[in-house]
């Protein structure tokens, strides 16, 4: 069964360091998305791609965070500065058709930030 | 904007019914998602319910929409131990934003 792989599966970083995490979303999945899931609560949307162009990225805190996906196909999210806030598990998804139906997570990249 | 809200804790015995409830303020949803979450793990959809529909029935899973009152449940049948997750409702509008919005999830605690 076709899988979104992410890496790494655990990271930990002091405050002020970048740290970046990269995804590769099922094959042909035309979106993607990026969420973050801060301990105890739902996923938020960071950001969207439809292919290479980001469709949505109004919860993306811009000082910090940057995201990207060059050639449409895998996708990276950075963050430099990291603060202690970070700390979360960051999700990739990728879609087929963009309404949700056929979302497939990634396991998530589990962020500690000391 | 969007809203999904559900309760935070749900314990029930092992071969009993759950039931796990949401509520959602978006008026134009037109996909209704079940998500599964086990510790440390991503999330694994569950089920889904199109917005002109009332029930599902999936095995042991049953959902209902209530889409008057933007309210959805999910009945699982028979709760086992592994079914000892966080779940979260989620739900996709037919605006511009394409993405799902989550509640921020039940955890179902099943007691042999």
């Known amino acids: 069964e076709a899988e979104v792989a992410q890496s790494p599966r655990y990271k930990i970083t002091e405050k002020s360091q970048a740290v970046a995490f990269w995804c590769d979303p099922i094959?042909?999945?035309?979106?993607l998305y990026w969420y973050r899931q801060i301990l105890g609560q739902g996923p938020e949307l960071l950001v969207q791609f439809q292919d290479e162009s980001v469709v949505d990225d109004s919860q993306l805190p811009k000082d910090r965070f940057s995201a990207e996906r060059l050639k449409g196909v895998d996708s990276t999210l950075k963050i430099q500065p990291a603060e202690l806030g970070d700390s979360a598990m960051y999700l990739c998804?990728?879609?087929?058709?963009?309404?949700?139906?056929?979302?497939?997570f990634g396991s998530g990249t589990r962020l500690t930030v000391v | 904007g969007e809203d999904v809200e559900q309760s935070l804790f749900l314990s029930v015995r092992e071969g009993d019914s759950s039931v796990i409830n949401c509520t959602y303020t978006d008026s134009s949803s037109t996909y209704l998602y079940w998500y599964k979450q086990e510790p440390g793990a991503g999330l694994q959809l569950l089920t889904y319910i199109f917005s002109n529909m009332d029930m599902k029935q999936d095995q042991r899973l049953t959902v209902l929409l209530n889409k008057k009152d933007k309210h959805l449940s999910l009945r699982i049948a028979d709760t086992q131990t592994g079914d000892s997750a966080i779940y979260f409702c989620?739900?996709?509008?037919?605006?511009?934003?394409?993405?799902?919005?989550f509640g921020s999830g039940t955890r179902l605690q099943v007691q042999p």
């Open positions: 998804a990728s879609s087929l058709t963009g309404t949700g139906y056929g979302y497939t």
């Open positions: 094959s042909g999945h035309a979106t």
């Open positions: 989620a739900e996709i509008g037919d605006t511009g934003r394409r993405a799902l919005t």
